[in-house]
């Protein structure tokens, strides 16, 4: 059975930073393409930042160097380190996984920024 546990998020103020992180088990971890998603009320989900099992990841044009994504494929995890993070950056943060045809959700974790 396939897991994506996140752990993370909350409410931070404007400036501030978060760090996400999805711990992934019933895959072959390194074949997987791991990303990060965001979803806003009243929006579409979108694209955050992608890393393959290797090679160099890859953003989204609203990150403008404010987030870092990284991987351990020895133990499986997968985290996104916010900074400088907006008020438009509020959104469910959701982990995924993807391969060819299959693709695999986290549960979401709300990330807040507000004063």
């Known amino acids: 059975q396939v897991q994506l546990g996140q752990s993370g998020g909350g409410l931070v103020q404007p400036g501030g930073s978060l760090r996400l992180s999805c711990a992934a088990s019933?895959?072959?971890?390194?074949?997987?393409?791991m990303g990060w998603y965001r979803q806003a009320p009243v929006k579409q989900r979108e694209l955050v930042a992608a890393?393959?099992?290797?090679?160099?990841?890859h953003y989204a044009d609203f990150v403008q160097g404010r987030f870092t994504i990284s991987r351990d494929n020895v133990e499986n995890t997968v985290s996104l380190q916010m900074n400088s993070l907006k008020s438009e950056d509020t959104a469910v943060y959701y982990c995924n996984a993807q391969v060819l045809q299959q693709t695999f959700w986290g549960q979401g974790t709300q990330v807040t920024v507000s004063s």
């Open positions: 019933g895959i072959i971890f390194n074949l997987y393409t």
């Open positions: 890393i393959a099992g290797v090679g160099s990841p």
